[in-house]
């Protein structure tokens, strides 16, 4: 059974960072593309970052040059470096990793950003 897990999520101030973690079990973690989402209540959920089995990233506009993502295939962990956070990333922030077949997410860790 597949189980993907993300920690590190909490409460920091503007201007602060937070490291979020995403650890797989159960599937060849390092075949497959991670990508990370976040989700306000009642919004759709927005893909943030994503990388590729051969480390190639893309991120959204609203994060490019604050987050970076990264995986550790030794590990089955993806990361999630989240620097500069501002009140506007606060959300619920979901690890997702995409096979052929299904879609996989963990249960998500919530990132508020208040002062």
């Known amino acids: 059974q597949v189980y993907l897990r993300e920690s590190g999520g909490g409460l920091v101030q503007p201007g602060g960072s937070l490291r979020l973690s995403c650890a797989a079990s159960?599937?060849?973690?390092?075949?497959?593309?991670i990508n990370w989402y976040r989700q306000l209540p009642g919004k759709d959920r927005e893909m943030v970052a994503q990388?590729?089995?051969?480390?190639?990233?893309n991120y959204t506009d609203s994060v490019k040059g604050r987050f970076t993502i990264s995986r550790d295939n030794a590990r089955n962990t993806a990361y999630l470096q989240m620097n500069s956070l501002k009140p506007d990333d606060t959300a619920v922030y979901y690890c997702?990793?995409?096979?052929?077949?299904?879609?996989?997410w963990g249960q998500g860790t919530q990132v508020t950003v208040s002062s």
């Open positions: 997702n990793a995409e096979t052929p077949s299904y879609g996989y």
């Open positions: 159960g599937l060849n973690f390092k075949i497959f593309p």
């Open positions: 990388i590729t089995s051969s480390g190639l990233t």
